[in-house]
């Protein structure tokens, strides 16, 4: 498999198997897996009580016999080109349908409106944040709040708009009390972001703090160390930067910010006005 794949097509494939493994699907397609004579392997106590004896006796000791068990119907089961093919087709209104409305994992209980993410479907653009607060929750837009003024004046002094570009966040629910996502939330909608972010296939993607950033590289590392680097993610440019929150705690930061969306604006080819300051 790996050789008839580009790493690309193996991480959307990825993605979708984890999607689909949300949705309880996994059996159903491990179980088609084995399509044809499914053969019943000899409990392993009983297996390794066999080789004992076998050890023991140095003579050859009867195995249970595999038992057949009769074949699965095949239902329509795609081959992994045809779901390939579906992940090429993949679309924003497919994965917002898909999502649904979501009990997936536990920040459902206390959400109040999904937060899919919104802007520009064919952007070149995306900003990836961590996760819904309390002013997105209630409009189910993200951005929205405080922070999400200071971003929308940070899209703005890079000569865009907020239409212009894309707006998602790792976590689609607003995690209680503003806490950060915790490990299986950011597992369970992390395939949807991904899902997004292939459909739009941006030049950039600048993650907006580290949790956006852990999610989309998997790097543990403080921001600080590569905020401001460009790396390779899924044929698209990634960049770090400090999160409009952290901004609005530590206004002196936005010197660095305005420094690495001012590369942002160069890989975009856009015009960076010469008394222009963050
Ligand atoms: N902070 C985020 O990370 N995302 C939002 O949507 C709002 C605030």
Redo the contacts with the bound molecule.
């Keep these: 498999m790996d050789s008839l794949l580009t790493s690309h097509q193996r991480e959307k494939l990825e993605a979708w198997l984890r999607y689909y493994n949300d949705l309880n699907l996994g059996e159903f397609y491990s179980d088609r897996r084995s399509m044809g004579k499914r053969i019943v392997k000899p409990r392993a106590a009983e297996a390794a009580a066999a080789s004992v004896s076998v050890a023991v006796a140095a003579k050859p000791v009867p195995q249970p016999a595999p038992v057949p068990v009769p074949a699965l119907p095949i239902v329509n089961a795609p081959s992994m080109f045809e779901v390939l093919d579906r992940i090429e087709g993949d679309t924003l209104e497919l994965t917002r349908e898909q999502l649904g409305e979501c009990t997936r994992c536990k920040l459902h209980k206390t959400r109040n409106k999904i937060?899919f993410g919104a802007g520009n479907p064919r952007a070149e653009l995306i900003f990836v944040?961590?996760?819904?607060?309390h002013d997105?929750d209630v409009q189910g837009l993200?951005?929205?709040?405080r922070?999400?003024k200071l971003l929308t004046q940070m899209i703005e002094a890079m000569g865009l708009s907020r239409d212009d570009v894309y707006?998602a966040?790792v976590v689609k629910c607003r995690p209680p009390e503003n806490r950060k996502p915790e490990e299986d939330e950011v597992a369970t909608c992390s395939p949807y972001l991904f899902r997004q972010i292939d459909a739009i296939a941006p030049k950039a993607i600048v993650c907006?703090?580290a949790t956006a950033a852990q999610a989309l590289l998997k790097i543990q590392e403080p921001i600080s160390r590569y905020r401001g680097s460009w790396f390779d993610y899924r044929n698209t440019k990634l960049m770090a930067t400090y999160?409009?929150?952290y901004l609005l705690r530590n206004p002196a930061a936005k010197a660095d910010v305005w420094k690495d969306l001012q590369k942002v604006m160069g890989l975009l080819g856009l015009q960076v006005k010469k008394n222009s300051k963050g």
């Design positions: 937060v944040g961590e996760g819904p607060g997105e993200p951005f929205v709040g922070a999400g707006i966040n907006l703090g999160h409009p929150a």
